[in-house]
């Protein structure tokens, strides 16, 4: 029970928890935008397709300068971005441009950060000229031929530690190691090749490429491939879309990345077909593609670093730039490099969504002001507290001081949900929208429901002439199947409307089964022990009229055993005098289905006699000749 | 009142007063026909009324409004901007209004955010836009029917191992249906816009309306357990029985399912105007009601209408009755005079002290 509150409260004095839980759009003002990925070429994204695709426009988003946006994908294939406060409409456009992955030679490779003024191209074409290797900022990455041997590996410099924050970083000196020593100033008319640059690096991308600061997150939002045909300035990312440390001047697009059919992550098979302990990515290439790649490889294979590199640029990132040492024939190739299990799949998924060219349309946008949102959630919070009142007042009628249990319970209840939803915001993010809070108040009822089973079930029980504290355990043990029951079906409700649905209906799941779940646990840890310890105390165990669970005003007549020893019998009188004269008429037993020869011998003849009279008295045999002297007793005839 | 509320409870659960609810069960499959061909003909006619999402289109929302509602004004504003429009405006709550067109572009959606707001001398933040693609609200709608359909598998399921007898999940399903046909059907005969909103509380309709028929199966299953085994009653009776002896729970229950959904409701429709919570209020509202209805006067009749196909049962309905009859000529004679035979609680006989006992003799010396 205190359990969540304690958990906020220490969330409040350590990190940024709040007291009261995090508002979704529609209550606290904002631009949800809902995209669907499409795909170009008819196939279906798959749920990987789509988290890449989050991944994706996090980055963008990210990258836009947009905080504290929330994208999740809801429903399959539907990805919803939350923005709070008003959108830019570039921000807009940014997000739900296409995505696109591209294969480009790479022509210039530096560190991240923006340069100091380059200095004129150096001849160094290859060369180490970094002192420190953790800041090589060679690819640690190679690209082979597959499944043949891949022993060819670059120095496997990680990519972590080439950080480009470090200050020796900031200082190393950036080597240029454009192959080309010819220098820029006469540019070639016609490019020799994709890789040629000499005539694609013109004095513009030259510029770019320098002013060009991947630190900068504005810089890591991708979105735009940059024309196919012309050189293209880019940032290396990681997996997680931060930079990996370096910058990148690319050749024009050589091939398409709808052309992978397919990619995947493994341990590298050795020669001898024995598996190695190295992660590889494995990349399957369409027929077209093989023949492109075969053509791209086989050049690149003659030249030097950094331009025997390819880039994959997925989303105008840079996510691997593996180096070619030998031409790649039958589109088959394996990267190999300093990967991990983690990393390795993580290449393998982004190749894979990158095959798949991507359109984001547009379902729904939507800007809602704060004024709206704050006037629905008072309105909303005004409906749930006059239905709570209404909800009270009506069991405090009908169960007396049983009532309050009912109040206790809901208000514990509702303290809980409050408890646990302020927790969840705080740690998984969730946010309660109005469908959330139109949930709550129509749990007030399915939980108020619970109490009312069992309550009905305890009385149900002193009916049967039971004492208060038997009422109670066979009662519960009775009421329990049912809530379980009940409450099971609401759950499945909430869980098939979670994660099946979208938009709001998810977030009207959510707080039904959460109460749900609450609900139960409330009722079996707090309402049960509570009804047992009440059953104990005089008030209760006595049947005060008060109580909402006085024995004679359900209907119990005749000895009744009251514990200690006790027998009370027949009504009681001094409660409410003033009924019997009603109570009398009413408190016939119940002949009804009783068979007649339960009846006395005299009964009967009396009862065929007025047959006989041929009157059609027939009511009469069955409710006026018992009074009340006779109890209950004859009714009950032998069980067969 | 209550007194005489929990004196009536008393009675419906000693028996002592019975609605014969399963017995006139024609009377009531009739009147639930009828209605659900009343809701399909709503249905069909008016027809529902797709909101935004549904239809696709842009809407505007201009709340804070200073003074007097112009709707002209509004429909002006949009009009010089996006000529050959004819938008839709409602007031909204106190001081909003809402302005619904067809799909405009981008640009346009902006300038008349722009119009809007200097026509009504607002502040930006008190402009809300939306714009809904014309197939997202296929994708909810097809989203909700999947939705349904792998509930009701798991519901099915779920609800014929707890049972043990598919032919209680039967009837539930049937109520279920009857519940969402005749909600949707009122729904469309208002003519209230159906927004995601109204989905979802269709779809909680659907675990309410199979929640509530549970708890009345659950006294019907506590009864007629061992109906088998005892040739007093038959199994109608001991179902009529337990409907009976559930009403006070069943009334109770919707009543304070009622009371703040109602609340909602009102909130919703007499201040906010069309919006979430209205839209939800309603569904459940209806849905409510028709689901404690049918709970009561459908699921259980049906319930028992199907289960008396099970041969056992059938063969032991036959033996009561034919026992019955045999009795009922025995004490009553040639007059023919019905006995009515409801099922009622049995209660075991109590000791009615000593007053009761044959006096004793005097002792003759």
Redesign the interface.
Known sequence: MVLPFLAVFIGTKTSDATWTPKLAL?LE?GTQI?L?PVSTDGREPTAEDISQAINVIRQRVDGSGVSEAEISSQ??N?IVVAIPG?AS?ETIATVSRSSHMEFRPVLVQDYAFSAQPTQAPTAAATGEPTPDATTEPGSDETVAPAPTESADTTADATDDASAPATPEATDAPTQEPTADPTAAPQRPSEPASASDAAYWVTDEIRAQFDALDCTDPSNLGGGTSGKADAAFVSCGVDSEGNSDGLKYILGPVEIDGKEISSASSGLEVLPSGAMGNRWVVNMEFSSTGAKQFTDVTTRLATQSSPLNQFAMVLDGLVISAPSVDEPIPNGQAQISGSFNQTTAAQLANRLNFGSLPLDF????????????GS??LQ??L???I???L??VV??L??YRTLGLVTVASLGIAALLTFGVITLLSWTQGYRLS??GV?GL??A???T??SF??YF?RI??EL???RTLGAAVERGWA?AR??IL??D???L???F??YF??????RG?AFT?GLTTIIDVIVVFLFTHPLMELLSKTKFFSEGHPASGLDPR???VV??RYVGRGKVV?GRRTDV?PG?DATADA?R???T??????GLTIAE?RA??RA??Q?T?K?RA??DAPKDDTA???????S?? | M??G???W???L????R?YDIVGHRRIFYIASTILVLISAALLIKPGLNPGI?FRGGSEF?V??IAGDRDQQLAIDTVQGIASGESPEVTNL?AD?LRIQVAELT?EQV?KVGDALQAAFDVT??????????P??GQ??SR??I??IL??LV??TV??TI?FRNWRMALAALIALFHDLIITVGLYAGIGWEVT??T??GF??I???S??DT??VF??VR?NTADTLD????TYA?KANLAVN??L??SI??S??????????L???AA??GA???RD??LA?FVG?LVGAYSSIFLATPLEVTLREQEPRIKAHTAKVLAARVG??A????A?G?????????????????QAAQPKRRKPSR
């Open positions: 529609d003002g809902i669907t429903g399959g539907n008003k409409d349309k547009v379902q729904s946008e939507q800007q809602i002001s704060a004024t709206l006037e629905q309105k909303g005004l409906a749930g006059i239905g709570l209404l909800v009506y069991s009628l009908q109005l469908p139109a108040i129509v007030i009822g399915i108020a429901d009312i089973v009905e009385r149900d009916r049967e002439g009775r199947r049912t029951a009940s099971a079906v609401n499945i409700a909430a098939v409307l099946l649905a979208v938009g709001g209906v009207f039904l005003r359900l209907g005749g000895a019998t409410e009924d009413v016939t037993p119940a009804v289905g009783a068979r007649q020869d009967r009862a065929q047959a006989e041929g059609t027939d045999v069955s109890g209950d007793a004859p009714v009950e005839g069980e067969h | 209550a007194v509320f929990a004196q409870g008393n009675d659960y000693t028996g002592r019975s999402e929302v709340s804070g709550g909003s981008d902006n930006e933040d008190e402009i809300t836009t939306q714009f809904v693609g197939t997202w994708d909810v989203k909700a999947s939705g792998v509930f798991f519901v779920v609800m707890y995601p909103a989905v979802i779809l909680t659907l675990g309410y199979i929640y549970v708890v659950d006294k506590e005892q040739s007093r009653f009776e002896q559930t006070v729970r109770n229950t009543v304070v399912a009622l009371l703040p959904v109602s609340a909602i009102f909130v919703g201040i906010l919006g979430t919570l939800i209020a459940l409510m009795v009922d025995e004490t009553v004679g007059g005079v019905a006995v009515p035979h409801a099922a009622a609680q049995l209660r075991p006989g109590t000791h009615l002290g």
